[in-house]
C-alpha cells in the first residue's frame, strides 16, 4: 500500500456521505493506521453537493485535508461536477450507475461504474444504506482496510438496531467489487 | 373541460411531498426522482391550497 | 481509554474537560463549536455534571462564572460572533480571579462572515478583546489529541493562575476526525485551585508573593465578596491608586512573569535551519508537512509550533528568529500573529507574513512556494 | 410563479431552505399579503436577524437588512426612527427573537414603535442545526436535548402581550389565508405589532421528533391550532393542548415617533410662544 | 444597630447611598426577613449586578458576588445550578434588571430555577446621574429626557407574569413589614421568584420630577400603592392610578434542578434496569 | 459661535456631531460617556435630530447602524464595559461598510475597575476587539477644542471610507472644561457618503479602484442587500474563496492602503531631539509640558502627538523614532501603543514605556524623571 | 416612664428626616446640623416605624 | 499676576462646589485668559469630600489638573482633611469660619476665614448659594477675574430665575474680602 491514500466521497445532503467517510476512517484506525476525515459543513451542503474526505496512512497525517484524491466515489451528479475536478492521473472514479451526462474527466483517471442507489434501494430495501454499500463497493476495488474493520467500524458507528443492515450493505456492496474485478481478470 | 391549468416547476422542486398530501383532488403525484409531478390536472378546483403551501414557489394555478 | 478511535477535535475538547475534572458546561450553539455543547448535554446527565443553555454567550459566561465562584470547574464554548459577546465577561473573569476556560472554534469573519469555514482571525482579540489592561493565556492545538490534552492544561491553567483561559480552535482543528489515543503518560496531572489555609487569616486578595489569591469556593466557609470593581486586599472597592496599581499589575504580573511556563512550544530544526516556519493550530500541519517536503530538496527549513499563543515568551522566539534568512509565519488572517514575531525578532531577520482569509486552509504548497520565492 | 411572488422576489432563487421547510410558506404569504397593502417597495425595509428564517430577507426586493444573530429589532429600530414614513418588516427565528433577542424584543414591544415583527416559530434552532430554543417545547428533542428538554418554554404571545405590546397575533403555516390577512392587520396596525407563525422544520425538529416527514409537520400544526373565534367559544377543558391563533390582543397606545414628535411640537410651540 | 441587622451586615457603614435612598430600607427589611428565614450564611449567595442598589451585596455579610451591570442572574443560575442546596437571592436595580438585564430577567423567569430576585424600582438609573430607565413612567424627568420620558414603561410584574414566573410580588420601602414578609413567601416558594420593590431615589429621580426631599417619594409611594387584597374588592376606576401591592401571580411548575435532576434519574433506572 | 466659552470635552463632542451633520444618536448610559448623551437627548428634539436611549449597548449600536443604512449621519458614545459589548456589532459595522461613530470615552479598566476615573486602557481593543481580520480607524483628541474637530474628522473618515469611525476620548478629555473658540477657518468641510451614479449601472459592492463602494441610502431606489455573511458585489452571501479573499481584502485595503491620509499627528522638535516622546489624549499635554520643562533645563527632547491612533504610520512614525537616544512613551495603560511603537522602531532605539494605570493622571514631572533617568 | 428606650447612632444619621417626618409620635427632632435627634423619647410607642425606615440603620427601639 | 494659577475647591456633594470652580473658569474665559476645570466625578464624592478644580492662565494650558495648588478653598472639614496636604509654600487657603479643628497646614500657607455657609444662609436667606459666596470671596482676595466677567459668567451658568441672586451673592462674597483686605493693610 501507498503511503497515504486520500479519498473523497461526494452526494447530497442526506446520502449519509459523511457517516460513510467515517465508518472507512474508524476501520483504517481500527487496522492500526493513522486517519483523517473532514467535510463541507452547513447550510451550503444543505440541497448542494456534499462532500467527505479521509486520508489513510501508516504515517503520522500532517495536512488533514484532501489535497490531491486518489479516489473519488461520486453519488450525485452535483458531486461529480464539483469534486472531480482535481483529480490527477492515475487516480480512481467510482460512479453510481445513474449518473449521466457528468463533465469530462481529467486524463488518466479510471472509472468504475456501480449502481450502488439501486444496489440499496433495490436489493436492500433501504436508500439509507447507499453510503455503506458505497463503502463497500470503494474498499471491494481499493482495499483500504480489512473487511473485518471495515464491520467492527460500522458497530460503533451505529446504533444497535442499524448495524446489521449496514454490515449487509457493506457486504454487498464489496462483493459486487470484488465480483468485478474478478470478472475483470 | 377543466378551468384550470397547474403549471409547475420542477427545477425547484424538493419533492417535500407537501403538495402531494395537502390537495384536496388529487391532483400531484411523484415521479421517479420523488419531485412532484402533476397527475390529475382536470380535477383541479382552484382551491390554491397547493399553491400557497408550496414551499418553494413551484406550483401556479391559473383560471384557464 | 485504550483503543485508538477516529473522535473529532470538538469531541476531544469535551471529553478532555471531563478528564479535566469539569463539570460545568453553560452555552450558546454557534457553528462551528456545536458539537461541543451537543457532547455535553448528551454526557453530563450521565457523568454528575450540569448542561445548561443559556440565552445568550453574555449569560453563558456569566453562568460559568457563577459556577466556578460555587467550585465547579466550568467552560463554555462559542465561535466569533459569540466570542465577541463575551468580551466583557471575560474582563471581569480576570478581574476578579475566577477561573473559567472559554474555547473559542474560530471561523471566517469579521462579523457572521463565513460561518462554516475555518480561520484563525481572533488571536489578537483573545489578548485584546476586552477593556482596560489584563494578561490573558491562550492555547491552540493542532490536533484532535492535543486539543483533548490542551483542554486539560487549559483548565489547569485556570485552576492554577485563577484567569480565564481561551483555548483557541480553528475551525478545522474543531472539525476534524482522526485517530485518537490517550495513553495515560500522556496525561497531564490535573490542577486545583488553591484553597485558603486553615488557620491562617483570611484575606481574600492578599498580594503574596505567588501574586495568585487562594480563595475558597462559595459555601466553604469563609465569606467573602467579588467584585469587578478594582478591588483592595479585602475585596472591597478602592480607588487609592497605590491599591488601584498594585491590583492591576498583580494580575498582569501573574502571568506575564510566568511566560516562560505558561509558553509551550514544541521545535523541528529551529536552531540550524536557514528559514524559520512558525505556525500554530491547524496551519502548523501545513506547515510541518511543507517544511518536510523542502527538507527532502534539501532546503533547510525549521518549524517553530507554538501550543501557547498568549502570553508570549518574546526573548525565546527572538532567539529563535536570530540569524536566520527570514522566519514565515503562515496564519488564517491577514499576519496577527506576525505582527508580535515582528517585535520580537531582531531588525535584520525579514519576518514574512504568509496571510490568507478566504476560508480556505494554507496548502503546504503555498508555503513551499512562499519559502522558495525568499530565498531567491 | 404567480405574477405577485415575482414582483416582490428577488430573482435568487432556489432558496437554501430544506425541503418542506416552512420558511418559503411565511414568505409566499409576505408576498400576497405585501402586494395586497400596496406599499412602495422603495420606502419598505426588510431586517433579519440570523438563522434559516432571517434569510429570508435575501429573497425580498426590498431595502433589506440582515443583521446579526437577535438584532433585527434594534437595527429596524434606527431605521423606522430615521424614515418614520418607511413600512418595516422584521423577521426572526424563535431563537433569533426569544433567545438572544429576547431583550431587544421586549422592549420594542414596550416601546410600541410602528413596525410589523413576523417571528417565524420552528420550535428550534435550525440554522446551527437543532438545538432548543425557548420556544421548544418542554420535553421535546434537540440536539443539546437528547434526553428531551428540561427548560419550560415561553409563551411568546404572552411574553409579548406582558411586555405591553399592542397587537399580538399568532398565525401558522397551514392557515396560509389566515396567516396573509393577520400580515395585512398587524401591519396596519398603528404601532408594534407581533405574529408568531407555527412553521416546521423537518430537518432539525422534526426527525427528533417523530415528525420527519414535513407533512407530519403540517399536520400536527393542523390539528393542534384553533382560531381564536372558535376557541372563545369553548371552555377551557375543551382549549386544553390546543393552540390558538388569530390576534389574541389588540391595544391602543401612543406610537414612539409620534410620542417624540408631540414631544418636538411642544418645544416648538414653546420657542415661538 | 439591631442585633439581626449586626448579624447579617458586614462590619463597613456607612454605605455609599444618599440620604433618604431606599436601598437603606430594602437591606433592613432583607435582613430581618433572613433572620426569620433561619438560613445558613456560608450556605448564602447574595447575587447583584451594577447600579447604587446591586452596591447592597458589599453590605451582606454572605457569599456576594458583585457582577457586571445586568447580568446577575446568569450568575446566579451556574451558582444555583452548582450548587442547588444553596439559597440565593439576587438584587437588582430596575436598569439592572429590566434594560440591559431584560432577557437574563426573562428566562430566569422562564426557567423556574429555585431562587429569589429582588429588584429595586427606583424608577431611575441611579448610579449613572438619573437617566431614565424602562420602568421610569412616561412622561416623567429624566437627565436624558428633560422634555419628559417619550418612552412607555414595563409593568415589570406584568413581563414577570408574560415570561411564566411562578411567584411575583410587589411591596414597597413605606410598607416595610410586608416588604419583609413577601421576601419571607418569595423565598419560601420552590421556584424562581420575583419582588418588585418601589424605591425612592430622591436624588436622581426626586429631584427632577418636583420630588426632592426623600419624604416626597416615600409619601407619594405610600399614597400611590394599595394592597392587592383591597385592590381585589375594588372596582376597576377606583383602582386606577393606583400601583397594587402583594402577591400578584403564584402558579406551580416543575423547577429547574429538579427538572434536571428528574432526567438524570431517568438516565439511570435506564442504566441500571 | 464667535465667543470662547468653558465648555466640556464630552459637550464638545456632542457639539461636533451636530455640526458634523450627524442626526441620529442612540446610546446606553455610562460613566464617564453620559453627558454626551444627556446633551443630545436635550439638543436633538430641538435640532430635527433624533435621540433613542436604547435597552443597552449591543442595541444602541444596532439602531446607529440601521439609522445610517437609513441615511443618518449616526453615533452612539459609551466606555469600557460598553465598548466591550459593541464588538460584535463594530465588526458588523466594518464587514457590511455602514458610516458609523462610536464615541469611546475611556474610563480604567478591566471590567467596571474605576468607573469614575480615566485611563487610556482601550487603545488596542479598538484595534482587536471585534473577530476576524478588519480594519479600523481611531482617532484621539487631546483637548475640549480637539475633540469638537475630531469628532468632525471622525464623521469625515466614517463617510468617505464607509466604516465605523471609534472616537476615543479618555476620562480626563471628556469630562475637562476648558476655552473652547472654534472660528470657521479652524472647521474642516464636511464629508458625505459617495453616492451611486446617476445612469450607471448599479453593482451595491463593486470592488472599484477607489476601494469604497458607492451606495445609496434605503428609500433612494435602488434597493439592495447588506448582510454581515461575506459577499460578493451584489452584496449577497458567498463563500467562494476568490470573492471572500477580494473582499476581506478590500475592507481592510481601504484603511491600511490609506494610513498616510488618515494617520494625523503634530510633531514638535522631532527631529533635532534626542529623546523622542510619543503621547496621545490628555496625556500628550502632560508630554508637552514635561517637553518644555525639560527644554528649559537644556535637554533636548521633542514630542509626536498622534491625533490618529489606528490605522498607525508605521513609516512615519519609524523614521520619527530613528537615531533618537530613546523614544519614550507615557500613557494610561501597561505600555499599549509602545508594543506598537516597539515594532516600528529600529532595533537600535530604546522603546521606553511608561506605564500607568492607577486611575490618576500622568504628570508632567513624572515623564520628565524617567527622561532623565534614560539620559544616565 | 416610658416602655421604650430609643437609640440613634448620629454617626450613621444622614438627615434625611424620614424619621422626623414618620414617627407618629414625633419623637424625632433635628439638630442644628440638620441631623436626626430625639427630643421626646418618651413618647415612643415602639411601633418600630422609625427603625424601619431609616435607610442608615441609625436607630434602635429597645424595649426597657 | 502670575503665569498660572490653579485653585481648588472643596467640599461636600450638595454644596454647588463645581459650579462654583465652572464660574470662575468661565469668567476668566470671557476675560480672554485661559482656563480648565477638573473635578472628581462619582459614588465617591457621595457623601464625601468632593474637589473641583481650576487652572487659569494667560498662555496654554497643557496639563489641566492642579498639582501644586495656589489657592485652596474649603467649604468642610472633609475637604479641609484631604485635599489640604500639597498646598506648596506661599499658597492660600481659605477656610469656611465653621470649620474647626482641621489638621495642621504645611510651611508657609496664608489662611482665611470667612463665614461663606453662614453668608450665604443668613445674609442670603439660601444655603444653595454658599459656592458663589465663596467665588466672591476668592476673587475678592486674589483678583483673579473681573467682577463683570464673574457677573456674566454667573448669567451663563444659571437659570434666568437664580442669576439676581448669585450675582448678589457673589458680591457679598466679593465685598467682604474687599473689606477684609482694606482692613487689614
Ligand atoms: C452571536 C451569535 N450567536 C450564535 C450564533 C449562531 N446561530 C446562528 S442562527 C442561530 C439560531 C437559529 O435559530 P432560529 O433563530 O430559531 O432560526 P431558524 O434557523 O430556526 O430559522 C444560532 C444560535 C450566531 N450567528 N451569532
Ligand atoms: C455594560 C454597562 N453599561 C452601562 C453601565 C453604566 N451603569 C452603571 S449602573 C447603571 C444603571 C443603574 O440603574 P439601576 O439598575 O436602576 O440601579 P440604581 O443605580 O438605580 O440602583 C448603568 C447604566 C455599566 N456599568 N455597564
Ligand atoms: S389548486 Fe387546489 S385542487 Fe388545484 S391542484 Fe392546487 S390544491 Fe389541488
Ligand atoms: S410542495 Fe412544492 S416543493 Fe414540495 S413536492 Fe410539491 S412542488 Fe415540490
Ligand atoms: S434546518 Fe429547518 S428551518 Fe432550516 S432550512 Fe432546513 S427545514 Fe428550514
Ligand atoms: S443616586 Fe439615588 S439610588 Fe443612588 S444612592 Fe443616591 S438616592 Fe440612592
Ligand atoms: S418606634 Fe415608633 S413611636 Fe417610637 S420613635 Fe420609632 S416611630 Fe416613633
Ligand atoms: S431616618 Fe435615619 S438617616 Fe434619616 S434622619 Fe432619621 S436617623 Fe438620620
Ligand atoms: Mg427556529
Ligand atoms: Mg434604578
Sequence with gaps: ????????????????????????????????????????????????????????????????????????LCLSIGAWQTFTKDMPPGSTLILDSSLENGPALPEGVTVYRFPMIKMAYEDLGNILSTNIVAVGVLNGLMKLVSSDAAERSIAIGFKKTFVDGNIKAYELGYQAAREYLQAAK | MAKYQVLLNKALCKSCEICVELCPK??????????????????????????????????????? | MVEARLVQGNEA??????????????????????????????????????????????????????????????????SGPGFSLMQELIGYAAMTEVPIVIVDVMRAGPSTGLPTLSSQGDIQQARWGTHGDHSIIALAPASVEETYLMTIDAFNFAEKYRTPVILLLDEIIGHLKERFLIT?????????????????????????????????????GSRYHVTGLTHNEQGFYSSKPEIVESFINRINAKIEDNSEEIFRCNGYNVEDCEVLLIAYGSISRSAEEAMNNLRREGINVGLLRPQ????????????????????????????????EIERCAPDDVPVVSLPKVDGTMIFPSEIEELVREVLK | MREVYQKIFRDNLPHIWCAGCGNGIVMSAFARAY?????????????????????????????????????????????????????????????????????????????????????????IYGMTGGQFSPLTPFGSKASTAPYGSVDRNFDICSLAIGAGATFVARGDVYHTKQLEKLIIEAHEHKGFSVIEVLSTCPISYGRRNKMPKPMDLMNYIKDVTIAKERADKMTAEEIAGKIVTGVLHQSAAVEYNEAYMAMVEKLEVGKNG
Tied chains: 1, 8.
Design chain 3, 13 to 78: 475538547c469535551a471529553l478532555g474537560a471531563i478528564a479535566a475534572g469539569a463539570t460545568f458546561y453553560a452555552g450558546y450553539p454557534i457553528t462551528p463549536s456545536t458539537e461541543i455543547a451537543e457532547q455535553m448535554s448528551a454526557l453530563y446527565p450521565k457523568k454528575d455534571g450540569k448542561f445548561i443553555q443559556m440565552e445568550d454567550e453574555i449569560a453563558s459566561i456569566g453562568a460559568i462564572i457563577g459556577a466556578s465562584c460555587a467550585g465547579a470547574k466550568a467552560f463554555t464554548a462559542t
Design chain 3, 184 to 220: 495515560p503518560d500522556m496525561m497531564p496531572p490535573i490542577i486545583n485551585r488553591q484553597k485558603p489555609q486553615a488557620g491562617q487569616e483570611f484575606v481574600p486578595y492578599k498580594n503574596t508573593q505567588e501574586l495568585i489569591p487562594a480563595l475558597p469556593d462559595f459555601g466553604e
Design chain 2, 26 to 64: 388529487k391532483v400531484f403525484g411523484r415521479d421517479k426522482t420523488g419531485k412532484a409531478e402533476v397527475v390529475n390536472a382536470d380535477n383541479c378546483i382552484g382551491c390554491l391550497i397547493c399553491e400557497e403551501h408550496c414551499p418553494d414557489f413551484c406550483i401556479e394555478v391559473r383560471e384557464k
Design chain 1, 1 to 72: 500500500m501507498a503511503e497515504k491514500y486520500s479519498i473523497r466521497l461526494g452526494g447530497t445532503g442526506g446520502q449519509g456521505i459523511i457517516k460513510g467517510a467515517m465508518v472507512l476512517a474508524e476501520a483504517a484506525i481500527i487496522d492500526g493506521k493513522n486517519a483523517t476525515q473532514t467535510q463541507v459543513y452547513g447550510p451550503e451542503s444543505r440541497g448542494g453537493a456534499t462532500k467527505a474526505e479521509v486520508n489513510i496512512s501508516n504515517e503520522r497525517i500532517l495536512f488533514p485535508l484532501v489535497s490531491s484524491p486518489n479516489i473519488v
Design chain 4, 35 to 123: 402586494d395586497k397593502l400596496g406599499l412602495d417597495k422603495d420606502k419598505t425595509v426588510g431586517v433579519s436577524g440570523i438563522g434559516c428564517s432571517s434569510r429570508i430577507t435575501g429573497y425580498l426586493d426590498l431595502n433589506t437588512l440582515h443583521t446579526a444573530h437577535g438584532r433585527a429589532l434594534p437595527f429596524a429600530t434606527g431605521v423606522k426612527m430615521t424614515r418614520p414614513e418607511f413600512a418595516v418588516f422584521v423577521f426572526m427565528g424563535d431563537g433569533d427573537c426569544a433567545a438572544i433577542g429576547g431583550n431587544h424584543f421586549i422592549h420594542a414591544c414596550r416601546r410600541n414603535m410602528d413596525m410589523t415583527a413576523i417571528i417565524i416559530n420552528n420550535y
Design chain 3, 308 to 339: 501557547t499563543i498568549w502570553p508570549l515568551n518574546e526573548a525565546l522566539i527572538g532567539d529563535a528568529c536570530c540569524g536566520k534568512k527570514a522566519v514565515i509565519i503562515p496564519e488564517m488572517n491577514l499576519g496577527q500573529y506576525a505582527r
